[in-house]
């Protein structure tokens, strides 16, 4: 679900956006450095472990297989806090960002790689692409 406010002032126009918590820009957007090397998007190393409390835990790495973005990972404060931080300690800068697995595995134990996922920049791009060559 996405939102824009947009409103004028005397510094101008400004637009504020705000997307559920789907870590939606890597979702969607991540995988565009397949297509051009100078994004800075994602490349398959990244991981998340699914506890941050055993170094010797599984890790779930970021691929590009989604269809849908489903399932949806949780959305409480304490959810979002445990997907950002790994815990429940927020002094960490910057966030390690390394609990979404941990979360989603705590939802349900096949999530964690449905929630490691993006989609693959062919499937974003295929529309636009082909509604500039007709």
């Known amino acids: 679900m996405a939102a824009v406010a ?6 101008g126009r400004a637009e504020i956006g705000s997307v559920e918590h789907h870590y939606f820009p890597t979702t969607l957007l991540g995988w565009m450095k397949k297509l ?3 994004i800075n998007g994602v490349n398959g190393s990244e ?3 699914t506890s941050t409390t055993d170094p010797h835990s599984t ?11 489903d399932p949806d990972p949780g959305h409480s404060f304490q959810a979002i806090r445990a997907q950002i931080f790994g815990s429940n300690d927020t002094s960490l800068n910057p966030a390690p ?3 979404f697995a941990q979360q989603a ?5 096949d ?4 929630v490691m996922n993006g989609f693959d920049p062919y499937i974003i791009c295929k529309p636009i ?3 500039h060559t007709h």
């Open 111 to 114: 999530m964690p790689q449905s």
């Open 97 to 99: 960002m390394n609990g």
């Open 36 to 38: 051009n090397p100078e």
């Open 6 to 11: 947009t409103g004028e002032s005397e510094f």
């Open 47 to 49: 991981s998340n472990p």
């Open 105 to 109: 595995e705590s939802m349900e134990p």
């Open 129 to 131: 692409c082909n509604s």
């Open 59 to 69: 890790r779930v790495f970021f691929d590009n297989k989604s269809h849908f973005v």
